[in-house]
């Protein structure tokens, strides 16, 4: 991947909430997003669920499983609303060397899957901003084929190797307690 464009797309807006069900009455509800994909990060225990709004932008909604969690230990220093910022880029490599080159911090790298990589600017370094910066290639902004919110809701999906899973179709080596890139000759549920 690569290009002259520093940014491809804003893709979405990571925001903390206590609750995906009462962030639902605003962002569908009320906004008209449309489900796009979810599932439960056990290894962080947070649940997501990502609506794309008119315009192709889309809102994550971020729930902690698990009151030791990172996401609720956010909740409880900041309380609920913007978490973080996600853009992508032609190449996110070429982006790591231009934002270092101009001073900013990074943090959480990981180049190790084709078909997400992505690194952080850290919210000290970029104004205030948690900023994920990625290259990718999936497809992030259509629906995911099989998976519901309801489904998501009921803690029936995992996020697990830059993809969501039912939790009848894992492979056998899933392990929730680590985040390895699991990448199958052919995807099981997209």
């Not at 906004?31 to 192709?56: E, H, N, W």
Request: hydrophobic share 40%; with cysteine.
């Amino acid at each position: 991947m690569s290009g002259d464009a520093p940014i491809i797309r804003y893709d979405h807006l990571g925001l903390a909430v206590r609750s995906i069900e009462k962030g639902l009455v605003l962002y569908r509800d009320t906004f008209g997003g449309v489900f796009v994909a979810g599932g439960d990060d056990m290894r962080l225990g947070m649940r997501t669920v990502q609506l794309k709004l008119p315009g192709d932008l889309k809102i994550e909604l971020l729930q902690p499983l698990d009151e030791n969690s990172h996401m609720a230990a956010f909740l409880e220093r900041h309380g609920e609303g913007f978490h973080h910022a996600t853009v992508f880029v032609p190449d996110v490599e070429v982006m790591i060397e231009k934002l270092t080159a101009n001073g900013f911090e990074l943090v959480d790298t990981d180049l190790s899957a084709a078909t997400w990589r992505e690194t952080f600017v850290r919210p000290k370094s970029g104004f205030g901003c948690l900023l994920q910066i990625v290259d990718s290639t999936l497809d992030w902004l259509s629906p995911h084929p099989t998976c519901t919110l309801e489904g998501v809701l009921a803690g029936q999906w995992r996020w697990w190797g830059n993809r969501t899973w039912h939790i009848d179709d894992l492979p056998d080596d899933y392990d929730e307690t680590r985040s390895d890139v699991y990448m199958p000759k052919t995807p099981r549920t997209g």
